[in-house]
């Protein structure tokens, strides 16, 4: 790793890189299934591509801002019909929070915090 990078940005590369990586190895024409749970990478890029979700980037720029942390891991899945991204995140504190947010607008639907 390159010494001018820090964790939260190689982190963020890592995460930039791999949905790259997934998102050039799919077909275009792969099936929109919600109930998927091994494609969550399909039903994401879809929904983007038609507009109808925010960039996972900027959605992960705000929460780092605002939260304070170093995302862990992201999931994005339809959750009681709507589209939301759920992200963990290592809080400088050390508690991990989960961040329920809202794919299409971006509002935080609910956090949950867990003591290290």
Known sequence: MNALLTP?????????F???ALLVALPASAPLR???HGRDHDLA??????GEVLPLRGVLERIEREQQGQV????????DGRFVY???????DGHVAR???DAVDGRVLGIKRRSP
């Open 18 to 20: 791999g949905a790259l």
């Open 34 to 36: 919600a109930d998927d």
């Open 8 to 16: 939260r940005h190689s982190t963020r590369l890592r995460v930039a």
């Open 86 to 92: 759920k992200i963990r995140l290592l809080q400088a």
């Open 72 to 79: 862990l891991r992201v999931e994005f899945e339809r959750d």
């Open 99 to 101: 961040i329920k947010v």
């Open 45 to 50: 890029r879809q929904a983007f591509e038609r």
